[in-house]
């Protein structure tokens, strides 16, 4: 199958026999030698056999290699992004340098990004070289900010997590390089934060540092890594399985097929539904592959463990992209967006969510959009995923507490909730995944945008009723405030009167003594 590359053709013949692109074969198999890479690299140049110097150097070689190898001179752009941004770290100074950080690497990002969308090769799902850039980019954006937080900023400005990432020195070019580029992580991520990924280097055991998952903080505390071998074998085989997955079922199950004229106009409103989450099921596995792939990559260098749980096991998921169960039995639009893609929310929480001064939900979502490219469809998504996570929130607050009264009503809300998700976020993807603005509001429009009016609708109610609550609470709060205050200047006014009578009866008394 030939497809035009601008990295190595070495493979041709092997993309012939699989009919895949080349650029797809190249990703794969730089993947797999990265793979084999790293057994070498954790064996052979583990921290208590070489200096942190020639890993770095033997890192950032690799990675950029395997770049070159995938993208040819478009590897150009890692080093250009990454020199540039370093050069603005140090001129800048720790005051400003994350916002020149932040909009020079994202603006940097989007301009390739729209040189590859509407230059080169429209609506091609190829392994092409923003993907890294997206990494490069969030690696560059949460450095800034750790080094801001660091160096500028107080102990007591910071939050938890702030706190605990925050980089103290500035790091070396090699660090740096070798932070955004080594070969673990240049081709598919994931993101790391910089502190873990220098404790991993210099072969340090794990200070107290800090983890999070589904928004939650936990101190990690001083101990050694164990051998990731069971780890690595569990996660090569949900590589093969969401593979086999995605090279069989889900061919049969396109996504464009939802808006097939013959099928809108013959499928019942049941069949739709069924077929659009199916669809959009089918189409995540190819991002299982990737992103546990990856995981697997940095394991077998030795670098992800979290810790051990209570009962002694231990836990290789400290960079994880996603936690698959929870995301197909998602009984949330948080839930979901939690377990997916779990460090580039971290990386938008993070960066945005915690430091907007206004509307952070909103600014995290159109920060996601322009991060994921310049194709309408994923603004549609964003600004769709917009009204239902407000809508969301918003129901689950007002009525969730009506179904945790015993397990039976709990179930049925969670058996009625995860439903609802499913639907919700296959209705909210789907222009994520036709890109275009023609077919995307063609989707929409055959189910008449029925789920943003729901949407808009019980957002509306909810708060409104909410709000109608919280003011009759207010004006309880306040009637029961001005009876208190009435009730005691009544006290007061007697306590007055009868006081100045006493006074009186008083000085009536000592008058009459007086006069006596």
């Excluded at 092997?14 to 793979?35: E, G, K, M, T, Y």
């Excluded at 001179?73 to 020149?100: D, R």
């Excluded at 077929?275 to 697997?296: E, I």
């Excluded at 008449?448 to 729901?454: G, P, Q, R, T």
Aim: hydrophobic share 40%; glycine share 4%.
């Amino acid at each position: 199958m030939a497809t035009s590359t601008t990295g190595s053709t070495l493979l041709q013949p092997l993309s012939n026999a699989v009919r895949l692109p080349i650029d797809q074969v190249n990703f794969v198999v730089c993947q797999l030698f990265a793979l084999l890479a790293a057994v070498w690299f954790r064996t052979y140049l583990h921290s208590s056999k070489a200096s942190p110097f020639i890993r770095h150097v033997v890192a950032t070689l690799l990675g950029l290699y395997l770049a070159l190898f995938c993208f040819g001179w478009y590897a150009l752009h890692f080093v250009i992004q990454s020199g540039i941004s370093y050069y603005i770290m140090i001129i800048i100074g720790v005051e400003n340098m994350h916002k020149y950080c932040f909009v020079f690497a994202l603006g940097y990002l989007t301009v390739c990004q729209i040189s590859r969308v509407y230059i080169f090769d429209y609506g091609q799902y190829s392994a092409d070289f923003s993907g890294p850039m997206m990494i490069i980019t969030q690696k560059i954006t949460s450095l800034a900010y750790e080094i801001h937080d660091g160096m500028f900023r107080k102990d007591e400005e910071l939050t938890v997590s702030q706190r605990c990432l925050a980089v103290r020195r500035m790091p070396s070019l090699l660090e740096y390089l070798s932070y955004n580029c080594n070969f673990m992580g240049i081709l598919a991520g994931p993101l790391c934060s910089y502190k873990d990924y220098i404790t991993f280097i210099e072969g340090r055991s794990y200070q107290p540092t800090q983890s999070e998952a589904n928004g939650k903080e936990e101190i990690k505390y001083e101990q050694t890594d164990p051998s990731p071998n069971t780890a690595v074998a569990q996660k090569l085989i949900v590589c093969g399985l969401s593979l086999l997955f995605h090279m069989t079922v889900s061919k049969t199950l396109p996504v464009e097929y939802n808006i097939d004229d013959h099928f809108r106009a013959t499928a019942s409103l049941p069949t739709r539904i069924i077929y659009l989450y199916l669809s959009l099921m089918a189409a995540r596995p190819k991002y299982y592959f990737a992103w546990t792939l990856a995981d697997a990559i940095n394991n077998a260098a030795g670098f992800g463990f979290r810790g051990y749980d209570k009962n002694g096991v231990s836990h290789w998921d400290l960079i994880s992209n996603l936690r698959i169960l929870h995301i197909e039995f998602s009984t949330s639009f948080k839930m979901f967006l939690d377990n997916w893609n779990i460090q580039t929310a971290l990386w938008l929480k993070r960066v945005c969510y915690e430091r907007a001064a206004f509307s952070p939900t909103i600014q995290t979502f159109i920060l996601s959009a322009i991060w994921h490219g310049v194709y309408p469809g994923y603004y549609l998504t964003f600004l769709t995923g917009v009204l239902m996570t407000l809508a969301a929130r918003t129901v689950r607050k007002t009525i969730r507490h009506y179904f945790i009264v015993s397990p039976a009503t709990k179930l049925c809300y969670d058996i009625m909730t995860w439903m609802t998700t499913q639907v919700a976020i296959s209705y909210t993807v789907v222009p994520f995944v036709l890109l275009s603005v023609k077919p995307s509001i063609k989707f929409y429009s055959s189910w008449y945008f029925c789920l943003h009016i729901i949407c808009i609708f019980l957002f509306l109610i909810f708060t409104t009723k909410r709000t109608k609550k919280g003011s009759k609470e207010q004006e309880g709060i306040q009637s029961s405030w001005s009876k208190k205050q009435e009730e005691e200047s009544i006290r007061g006014h007697n306590f007055c009167t009868t006081n100045n009578f006493n006074q009186k009866q008083e000085t009536t008394c000592r008058n009459t003594t007086t006069k006596q």
